[in-house]
């Protein structure tokens, strides 16, 4: 049998690589090799030419600053009609702070010293008032090139120096009595907000940490914690969340918008190691100061259940917040993959799913995305969910989700605009603020939030506290345009917001005579539940993010050397709770069985494309 949730999420080695700077180029790598007494060389920087590169996916990416790190991950490319395998052990980062485009954009590294660890779908916490991040905790060891097991726990940080480099540092060693009772786990949903890093449920591996002993893997129930001030865990219970506490291969999101410190939310994976999808009709509501779960009905055009997806959001001038998943997998590979190339919004306060229409062609899933600068969201690689190969050994499988095709946007880049719900090649660095789609608005205007939308008692208060403030043109650095936002919500707050959205006003009431005529309106409207129509949202591109007409490189087949031309790439969120903090020992709850060797698993040929 075939598990993603093991080939998906993280991985960590005994790797160091040299302090270089490696621009993209259609010659291949050009390094920039300077020396340094802390930094080894390796033999892969993680950057490729782009007419070579194929695929990257499960890594991370966060902005911090005026940079898009992207951490972690392994990627193929073709070098000599062949094609080769390997992981990124370097970090890497684009400059926000000036336009580009996707095809020609630099895509820079800078190493990490020795011990430093490299995953896969790694955890990057970013903590926007210290200006620094956090890695280390989540991983697993890469399926490619010549890593070898996984190193003890341990939790490392990484000082940006504003020029996309920094300084590397070991918070907490390996022998630290902080970390005793800790596991790393590996395909949990994990987030950063309100100075809290979250990581809700996931496995336990014996590629994750040589301390596991309880077989090749185990679910691993329950919420950790991790406070970026005093740089505590915490593990907390999330049997509020679903029947037995844990999720694989989901996401979790942070709201700065609604609560006293944000809200983190959880949305999609699966519940256990069968394929037992969780939907998205109702989502998980976790509030970090009193650690306590709700379960919110959403309404309106709900995503099919999957996993592997990336989610993204960012507050509006009209006073709501908008969640933009995009991409992810039901489990198969193949064709049946291909309806999940698409893109869903979930609106905040009125718990709304919509979708936007544009034909899906080219499915993708383990990337990642952020909403950078205002009203872009930015995707970042992802493997081919259409794989050619849809059953035989893990290995073969696995090579073939990163070199069916070429990754059809250029160096794996997809740039979304969030406004106006069109794909484009180019990021504008200075972009406008965001405002909702005209579908959105509508919605609002017709359906003012009343607090009937709410399914769990105290989830309506919870939300008479928000966030919002006037928003100008949005500069890389500013913590809303951070996917991962992890500066706290401050203490002036307001219980307007369903007037401000009522009345279409930007950042809250605008003044006396709006907040009589809206609550006049509202108290009309008091008996109203929102309308669970579909909402679909037309996408002015058509091909949307695949049309050749605004120079996004198309699929291009290999020719006689087997070559790849014209694709390029480089370069991956969470929510729940509990009443009583206990202290942080993971007690898996169920053990997989698996094939002789640990994290290797074949395909039942009975079922064409099936992943368990």
Known sequence: MFSFPCICVFHLVFRSVHAASYLVSTDGIDSDCSASSKLENRQIPGVIGRENF?????HTSAVAGNYLYIDGGQFAWTSG???????????????????????????????????????????????????????GMTGRVPDFGDAS??????????????????????????????????????????????????????????????????????????????????????????????????????????????????????????????????????????????????NQTASGNVPEPRRDFCVAGVNSTEGSYEIFLY?????????????????????????????????????????????IGGSQLVSVGGFDANSTMYYGSYDDITKSIFNSSADPLAQGLGIFNLTSLTWTDHFTANAPPYTQA????????????DGSQFSTAGLEDLFQTTH???????QPDSPR????????????????????????????????????????????????????SNGSLQSNDPLAPHDSSVTRHPLQEADTDAEVKGAQLEGRGIHEMQQHPVEMAVRPGETRELSDQAGRYEMEAAVQGKMT
């Not at 895509?107 to 430093?116: C, D, E, L, R, V």
């Not at 291909?338 to 306060?349: A, H, Q, R, T």
């Not at 919002?468 to 949005?474: D, H, I, K, N």
Request: hydrophobic share 35%.
């Open 54 to 58: 194929l695929r990257r996916a499960w």
């Open 81 to 135: 009609g062949s094609t080769v395998y390997q992981y990124a052990s370097p970090l890497l980062f684009i400059d926000l702070s000036q336009d580009w485009v996707n095809a020609t954009v630099e895509i820079q590294t800078t190493g990490k010293p020795s011990g430093a660890s490299t995953l896969l779908g790694s955890s990057f916490w970013y903590d926007g008032d210290k200006d620094i991040f956090y890695t």
């Open 149 to 294: 097991g996984p190193p003890p726990l341990s939790l490392w940080s990484f000082k940006p120096d504003g020029t996309g480099t920094g300084s590397w540092k070991e918070e907490i060693p390996a022998d630290d009595p902080a970390l005793k009772n800790l596991l790393r786990s590996n395909a949990g949903s994990a987030a950063v907000g309100g100075n809290t890093a979250v990581v809700l449920g996931g496995e336990v591996r014996t590629d994750s940490d040589p301390e596991w002993n309880g077989g090749p893997s185990a679910l691993s129930p329950g919420l950790l914690e991790f406070n970026m001030t005093t740089l505590k865990f915490t593990n907390a219970s999330a049997t509020g969340f679903n029947a037995n506490g844990t999720v694989l291969s989901g996401q979790m999101h942070y709201v700065p918008s609604f609560g006293p410190q944000g809200i983190f939310l959880a949305m999609g994976g699966k519940n256990n190691y069968t394929d037992n999808l969780i939907g998205f009709d109702e989502i998980g509501v976790y509030e970090a100061t009193t650690r306590k779960w709700y």
């Open 327 to 371: 991409g992810g997998h039901n489990g198969n590979l193949g064709p049946v993959a291909v309806p999940y190339d698409e893109i869903f919004i979930l609106s905040l306060p009125a718990f709304r799913w919509s979708k936007v229409d544009y034909p899906p062609q080219y499915p993708r899933a383990g990337h990642s995305c952020n909403a």
């Open 438 to 449: 005209e579908v959105i608005k509508k919605f609002y205007r017709d359906n003012p939030p």
């Open 468 to 474: 919002f403030t006037p928003l100008e043109p949005s």
């Open 481 to 532: 345009s951070n996917t991962t936002d992890s500066s706290a919500p401050k203490a002036n707050s307001s219980s307007g917001n369903a007037a401000s959205i009522a009345g279409g006003v930007a950042g809250g009431v605008g003044g006396l005579a709006i907040i009589v005529g809206a609550a006049v309106y509202l108290y009309l409207r008091r008996q109203k539940r929102l309308e669970p």
